[in-house]
């Protein structure tokens, strides 16, 4: 069931939480193959919900409430077990909790659980987790994509209508298009990082996961929100997402990129992208062909800047102060056999690859060129929005691959995110929602908007979403 028809049927008492919470978690145990959940937390659930049917009153009328949801296993819960997939953290419970869990259990939802992810949210295939794989239910070969595999995968399987996610690369939207669901990577600040484990700060943002762009604008309503523990968090006007999808988009002017067909996208992709811009075209849109040469240069941006970032980021995990501690008497020793241990391959080796760039003789060579990248990609943007409401391109190269695939090219994992990683560098909010449908499999599309244009995006795809059927489509 998708998050309107739960919540709908929760308000009208046809439903009550423990029902919808006890189905949720039953459905959790019965797909455990797709390993989607590092935790779950079935007994405080249960009680939640009880409590939520004893004061229905009092949650009736809040966005999410009665409804159970999945958090990535990035944020901190208090007093419940967080991983980040890492063995560093294996046996880590969080003093504190999350301001974007925090605003998910104010809104009224129960969390049952939290879910597999990349190690520390680096990969693009869920592949790198210390708790093994996550599976995606279209097919038990193929990754989900990465890193929030696990909550698209619970969303994808029905288990939860909404999940939480993060998107620092594309890792909320590369696994929504290849789980066939729908996912939103808001503008930098918009949503607190105040309790989620940093990975690259400057580019971190949570978001939500449903089937369709409805349940996407439910759950950001709760997320977002100023907050001071956040010294990037931006100081704004609430806004109502959910109320935004009653208004008209009117007829917009959208960018598309000239030589689409250059960047290695599939043919199936491309194929769904042109059957979309029909729609959209029907739907009173126009389209503006943009010069976006300079899109592949992304890539060696992020992937200089996230490894820097995370270098430090990951610098506090030492074996003292919390987390896996290795057997050790001598400081440098600790220090050295912690970090070997509990570390997985992906992640120390951009570890290493972050010391590399911001040491003293590579430092302008590496990270400094790749911020001039990333403020070129910036003000590439500001020139696009000038002429555009909205960027239109697809989500991913390829729809879902399958698992240890092996190549003769180190790094065509890291290619995944060309079309995501743009959005990223710039700090903008981003769509993917479904598309299209080829050899059984899903594909995904996404819009990119001006800065905190969250409203215009969640509008616009739900308005493709009411004369189209793609987010209907379940494996
Ligand atoms: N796949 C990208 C990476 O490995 C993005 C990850 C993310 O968005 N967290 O870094």
Not at 38 to 54: G, H, M, Q, R, V
Not at 311 to 324: I, T
Not at 440 to 447: K, M, R, V, W
Request: with cysteine; charged share 25%; glycine share 8%.
């Amino acid at each position: 069931m998708n998050f309107k028809d739960i919540r709908e049927r929760f308000r009208n008492k046809e439903i009550s939480a423990k029902e919808l919470t006890k189905d949720s978690l039953d459905k959790a145990h019965k797909y455990s193959n797709l390993n989607a959940f590092i935790s779950t937390f079935d007994e405080d659930a249960l009680k939640k919900a009880e409590y939520i049917d004893n004061n229905f009153n009092d949650y009736k009328d809040l966005a999410l409430g009665g409804i159970p949801i999945a958090h990535k296993d990035i944020f901190c819960t208090k007093g419940k077990r967080t991983t980040c997939a890492s063995k560093m953290l294996e046996n880590f419970t969080p003093p504190y909790e999350s301001t974007v869990t925090s605003n998910c259990h104010q809104a009224g939802s129960i969390m049952i659980g939290k879910t597999n992810m990349d190690e520390f949210a680096m990969g693009s295939s869920n592949e790198t987790s210390f708790f093994g794989p996550v599976i995606n239910p279209w097919g038990e070969s193929l990754v989900p994509g990465g890193s929030s595999g696990g909550s698209a995968a619970s969303v994808a399987a029905d288990i939860t209508s909404l999940a939480t996610g993060t998107d620092t690369g594309g890792s909320i939207r590369q696994p929504a298009a290849l789980c066939g669901i729908t996912g939103l990577k808001p503008t930098y600040g918009l949503v607190s990082r105040w309790g989620m484990i940093a990975f690259c700060s400057s580019m971190d943002q949570a978001g939500p996961f449903a089937r369709d762009a409805f349940g996407c604008a439910a759950l950001l309503d709760a997320m977002a929100s100023y907050d001071a523990k956040d010294s990037t968090s931006a100081q704004r006007d609430k806004v109502k997402y959910e109320d935004a999808l009653r208004g008209d988009v009117g007829n917009l002017k959208i960018g598309i990129l000239r030589d689409i067909d250059q960047l290695g996208i599939s043919e199936e992709i491309l194929k769904a992208y042109e059957n979309s811009k029909t729609v959209l075209e029907k739907q009173g849109h126009s389209f503006v062909e943009l010069d976006f040469s300079e899109l592949s240069s992304g890539i060696c941006s992020y992937y200089v800047i996230a490894p820097a970032e995370c270098s430090s980021n990951l610098a506090r995990f030492d074996g003292v102060k919390y987390g896996h501690r290795s057997d050790s008497s001598n400081i440098s020793e600790l220090y050295l056999q912690t970090r070997s241990e509990g570390f997985g391959e992906e992640v120390r080796k951009r570890i290493l690859i972050g010391t590399y760039v911001l040491s003293a003789g590579f430092y302008d060579a590496y990270y400094r060129k790749a911020q001039k990248v990333r403020r070129m990609m910036k003000s590439k943007f500001d020139e696009f929005f000038k002429s555009v409401d909205l960027v239109f391109l697809p989500t991913t190269l390829d729809q879902a691959f399958e698992m240890n695939r092996t190549s003769s090219d180190p790094n065509r994992m890291y290619k995944e995110d060309l079309l995501t990683i743009p959005a990223n560098l710039a700090g903008l909010p981003a769509i993917s929602f479904p598309n299209g449908l080829a050899n059984e499999l899903p594909i995904g599309a996404q819009f990119v908007g001006n800065y905190f244009s969250e409203d215009l995006l969640l509008n616009i795809t739900h308005k493709l979403q009411e004369v189209t059927d793609w987010h209907k489509i379940k494996p």
